[in-house]
């Protein structure tokens, strides 16, 4: 596609439901990368795959949440039993290959959940 | 954790002035990238700067990197009122070819 494309762009949830939220990368993008972020913060990294493997996922922050590449192409975030404190945006990012050989990332619009 | 710190938080400013964020770190690094962000939603690219550079330039973009102080700058000339926006400074750790590191951001206002 042009451009990352993350779905849904919103999603409102009620305290521990089960919410899942998708990225799309650029057609060709090995590297694919999953940030949270709070209002008034940078991102805050949760991710990272290189295909379909996490090549690092030490940002997860508990077990309630999980995330999938099994083509290596689209990408899903699973949260379980979510909590208030869920509640940021979630952006996703992708790049040609490691940061080593590209530099720069690729962000998509980022999906807001809002727990209540 | 996020080593890297914008200052300052929130820049106010007229259309037209020239406008400078800067960013300062802790740990060495490969490069230094800026971004910007319009309402909290994707990040956009704007520019990268590699540790052996000190200067770099594109359109109305200035940024600055001194390695010895851990320190960078992002300056704006011309500011236009579509240059309102927050801007990040995301550092990749000279040990990492995946990580990057961000800071909290700045915030920048462009009075019309």
């Known amino acids: 596609g042009a451009g990352v494309s993350q779905t849904p762009s919103n999603k409102v949830t009620e305290k521990g439901k089960y919410v899942e939220l998708r990225c799309d990368p650029i057609?060709?993008?090995?590297?694919l990368y999953w940030y949270r972020q709070s209002l008034g913060q940078g991102p805050e990294f949760l991710i990272y795959?290189?295909?379909?493997?996490?090549?690092?996922d030490s940002g997860l922050p508990n077990d309630r949440f999980f995330a999938v590449r099994p083509e290596g192409s689209v990408s899903t975030l699973k949260i379980q039993r979510t909590e208030r404190g869920d509640s940021a945006v979630y952006l996703c990012?992708?790049?040609?290959?490691?940061?080593?050989?590209?530099?720069?990332?690729?962000f998509g619009e980022g999906s807001r959940l809002t727990v209540l | 954790s996020q080593q890297g710190e914008e200052d300052p938080q929130a820049l106010s400013i007229q259309e037209g002035e020239n406008a400078t964020m800067n960013c300062s770190y802790k740990?060495?690094?490969?490069?230094l990238q800026w971004y910007r962000q319009n309402s909290g939603r994707g990040l956009v690219h704007l520019i990268l700067?590699?540790?052996n550079e000190r200067e770099k330039h594109s359109g109305r973009l200035r940024v600055t990197l001194d390695t010895s102080k851990k320190s960078s700058s992002l300056l704006i000339t011309a500011s236009r009122a579509a240059d309102t926006a927050s801007y990040f400074c995301?550092?990749?750790?000279?040990?990492?070819?995946?990580?990057?590191?961000w800071g909290a951001g700045t915030k920048l206002i462009i009075k019309p």
């Open positions: 990012a992708s790049s040609l290959g490691p940061l080593a050989n590209t530099g720069e990332l690729f």
């Open positions: 057609s060709g993008h090995t590297a």
């Open positions: 795959f290189q295909g379909t493997g996490a090549a690092d």
């Open positions: 740990t060495s690094i490969n490069n």
């Open positions: 700067i590699r540790s």
């Open positions: 995301a550092l990749r750790h000279m040990d990492s070819n995946y990580q990057l590191i």
